[in-house]
T-cell receptor
Framework: KQEVTQIPAALSVPEGENLVLNCSFT??????LQWFRQDPGKGLTSLLL?????REQTSGRLNASLDKSSGRSTLYIAASQPGDSATYLC?????????FGTGTRLTIIP | GAVVSQHPSRVICKSGTSVKIECRSL??????MFWYRQFPKQSLMLMAT?????????EQGVEKDKFLINHASLTLSTLTVTSAHPEDSSFYIC?????????????FGAGTRLSVL
């Protein structure tokens, strides 16, 4: 059974700092890995999708990497802003099922 | 714009009532839709897979008689929480993968927050 873990569970950093969120998964037989953002009480916003054959994806200030063999992914956020405050979830896809991580609650301090 | 529409966004009901949540794919046909549940400060957990034209498949520990799923058409799946109780209070969210197989992103609805009094 796939298990996805995210460390840390919560993170607070001053505005402007760069930061890294971590995601690990136990079964490396995945189709892709996706990073989402969830604002309190809201649905999910897809941030980045990395296919199993890829090693990284970039979108603006966000960069996600994938090391499938070791079961790890990181989400790098550059020059953090207060608007980046949210819970970040990673999810791995096997067949059509997504298994979500436990999430990292990020707070950017102005 | 949103490609998956979910309604209602918020429901408050009395214990013992049934609540229906709709999930619609707006720009594509979805033979499969997924229903997730998220308790406070926890991650999303897959409840069931909704299959158009056949029975839904439920994850272990999810009561199929309590959470009725009907995939009425290629663009609509409904989740009915029957005889809801306070412990069913949660955030329910649906998703649908557009045609394209494993390479495509899954689109999520905005979610439904259910509060059972």
């Amino acid at each position: 059974k796939q298990e996805v873990t995210q460390i840390p569970a919560a993170l607070s950093v001053p505005e402007g700092e760069n930061l890294v969120l971590n995601c690990s998964f136990t079964d490396s037989a995945i189709y892709n890995l996706q990073w989402f953002r969830q604002d309190p009480g809201k649905g999910l916003t897809s941030l980045l999708l990395i296919q199993s054959s890829q090693r990284e994806q970039t979108s603006g200030r966000l960069n996600a990497s994938l090391d499938k063999s070791s079961g790890r992914s990181t989400l790098y956020i550059a020059a953090s802003q207060p608007g980046d405050s949210a819970t970040y979830l990673c999810a791995v896809r096997q067949n059509e099922k997504l298994t979500f991580g436990t999430g990292t609650r990020l707070t950017i301090i102005p | 714009g949103a490609v998956v529409s979910q309604h209602p966004s918020r429901v408050i009901c009395k214990s013992g009532t049934s609540v229906k949540i709709e999930c619609r794919s707006l720009d594509f046909q979805a033979t499969t839709m997924f229903w997730y549940r998220q308790f406070p400060k926890q991650s999303l957990m897959l409840m069931a897979t909704s299959n158009e034209g056949s029975k839904a498949t439920y994850e272990q520990g999810v009561e199929k008689d309590k959470f009725l799923i009907n995939h009425a058409s290629l663009t609509l799946s409904t989740l009915t929480v029957t005889s809801a109780h306070p412990e069913d209070s949660s955030f329910y969210i649906c998703s649908a993968p557009p045609p394209g197989g494993a390479l495509t992103i899954q689109y999520f609805g905005a979610g439904t927050r259910l509060s059972v009094l």
